[in-house]
């Protein structure tokens, strides 16, 4: 069996947050909209069942809210073709899509959410990609040792 693989996907709350999930039909959604190569490649490497860290950025505090779970792997972003969405891209043709997109759905959500400033204050976390400066993306690996230790934060928290 192939091993689970551990993802942080942000979003900023105003715009798609825990809840909304929480709140969508069947408690899933598809991640549209993502243009950075690096972060869509991650989500084209991405399995059945690899688990999601859901983290609100640009909110008061930015925090690691809960937990989604991959149900369809990468596939055409349609965002990209719609000349109403504002992710349209000109340059994709849907010959050969430059972007894609997966599902993910809602497992639940942290009693508290954990705080950026706490995780960065935490040594065991000092490696993960979330914290380290300039780091932008809005996809990202997690490392198993890094899943369970926030899961052992949020627990406590």
């Known amino acids: 069996m192939a091993s689970t693989n551990y993802w942080l996907m942000k979003s900023e709350p105003s715009t798609f947050s825990i809840d909304d999930l929480a709140q969508s039909r069947d408690q899933r959604t598809c991640w549209d909209g993502v243009r950075n190569y690096q972060a869509r490649n991650y989500m084209r ?6 688990q999601i860290l859901f983290y609100h950025s640009n909110a008061d505090p930015p925090a690691v809210v809960g937990i989604a779970e991959v149900v369809r792997t990468a596939y055409p972003d349609s965002t990209q073709f719609d ?9 994709s043709k849907p010959s050969d899509p430059r972007w894609d997109m997966v599902d993910i759905k809602y497992v639940r959500a942290f009693p ?28 990202q690996p997690v ?8 899961l052992r934060l949020a627990k406590k928290n």
């Open 45 to 50: 490497t991405m399995a059945l069942g690899d």
């Open 83 to 91: 000349k109403k969405d504002k992710h349209y891209d000109p340059t």
């Open 112 to 139: 508290k959410p954990l705080t950026l400033e706490d995780m960065r204050k935490d040594p065991q976390l000092k490696g993960m990609v979330l914290l380290k400066k300039g780091s932008r993306l809005s996809v």
């Open 143 to 150: 490392t198993p040792a890094e899943w369970q230790h926030i």
